[in-house]
């Protein structure tokens, strides 16, 4: 779960993503749930998607998802932008293909950011300069994941799901002791139903899953 949070970890979800491990199979399914899908919320009227964490927490997201798409999840994690842009630039940047007729919807969220979240005087700095395949830091990367002026919430979600895909990939290269190591560090950037021990406790399986196929 994402939330456009500036501070704290609270909100709307507006990012959404099951996560599906199959073990045995060695598969690893990513599904995301448009945040403004119009949904029958148990116990409240009929709205958008998103408002479901805020009316009633991650028990009444979990049984929305499962009334309307009949799927449970048992567990959460959710995350702000500061937080996931830290994470971004703890691993040293993600490598992305950045349209170049996008540049200045990047660079609008990039701005945004710097003014709303960071409170800087001069808020037009750490712009992407230019198109093609290269190396994003945290705030380029998240921006590059948020941009949605002139497309759909279809490839805004897939951009998604990439950026996730590329930090799993990331987070593969660790050792078990750096992975463990990785996740004590930044439990305070996180909102999450699992205990440190059972995070912790994943990293094993999470390793074993590093070359595990990923499903959209």
């Known amino acids: 779960l994402g939330v456009d949070s500036r501070s704290g970890i609270s909100g709307r979800t507006d990012t959404m ?6 073990i045995e199979k060695r598969t690893i399914k990513l599904v995301s749930f448009l945040r403004d899908t119009y949904v029958e919320i148990p116990g409240n009227k009929n709205n958008r998607l998103n408002s479901a964490y805020v009316f009633g927490g991650f028990d009444l997201l979990a049984r929305t998802l499962e009334k309307n798409f009949g799927v449970k999840p048992d567990a959460y994690i959710m995350i702000n932008l500061a937080g ?4 971004i630039d703890q691993l040293g940047g993600v490598y992305v293909d950045v349209p170049a007729n996008k540049i200045d919807r990047i ?22 300069t230019k198109g093609g395949h290269q190396r994003l830091d945290g705030r380029q ?4 994941a948020r941009y949605r002026y002139s497309e759909s919430d279809f490839q805004r979600s897939e951009r998604q799901r990439t950026l996730i895909k590329l930090i799993f990939e990331k987070i593969t290269q660790m050792s078990a002791t750096e992975l463990a190591a990785f996740a004590m560090k930044n439990i305070g950037l996180i909102r999450t139903n699992l205990s440190l021990t059972d995070l912790v406790a994943l990293a094993p399986a999470v390793l074993a899953l590093k070359d595990a196929e990923i499903q959209q």
Do not use: C, H
Not at 17 to 22: C, D, E, F, K, Y
Not at 108 to 123: S, T
């Open 17 to 22: 993503m099951l996560l599906s491990v199959n």
């Open 84 to 87: 996931l842009v830290d994470v």
């Open 107 to 128: 660079n609008a969220v990039i701005y945004w950011y710097n003014k709303q979240v960071l409170g800087l005087n001069n808020p037009r700095v750490g712009y992407v």
């Open 141 to 144: 990367a998240e921006a590059w």
